[in-house]
């Protein structure tokens, strides 16, 4: 069995709530908008789980339909994340609405939202996972 490990860092020691992160060389912040608190130099940290989402669907579409050889022109994806309490337990659920723009039969179509829903951050999301916390501590 294989596995897959990414790493990224993110350190916050300054401004309210702006985080600085770090993952392959790239440098970018996550932040809170200034009526949260923060000073929104950056998307919400809950923005980059959707980012995740989108990037991915597209990526591995384009993929396909390039090892077809169809004629697919673009892939857009538009997401939302709406969460909820209920009894106690937050209730979350992603609302992904794409479009296919491109010389493709309904057969096609159909196949690409198929594979929309196989990218591995939509595995990674639809399915439990772990998070484990380790703590340093540094005086």
Known sequence: MEVK????????SGQAYTTLLSSGG??????EPLDHGGSNKGPRPHDF???ALASCTCITVRMYADRKGWKLDDVTTNIKMEREVI????????????????????EQIAR???ISGKCPVHKTLSNSMAIEN??????
């Open 26 to 31: 790239h440098l970018f912040y996550a932040d």
């Open 87 to 106: 009894s106690g337990v937050q209730q979350t659920k992603i609302v992904q609405e794409l479009t296919f723009t491109g010389d493709l039969d309904d």
């Open 49 to 51: 789980i959707l980012a």
């Open 134 to 139: 380790k703590l340093h501590v540094k005086s």
């Open 112 to 114: 690409l939202l198929v």
């Open 5 to 12: 490990i990414n790493t990224l860092s993110g350190s916050l």
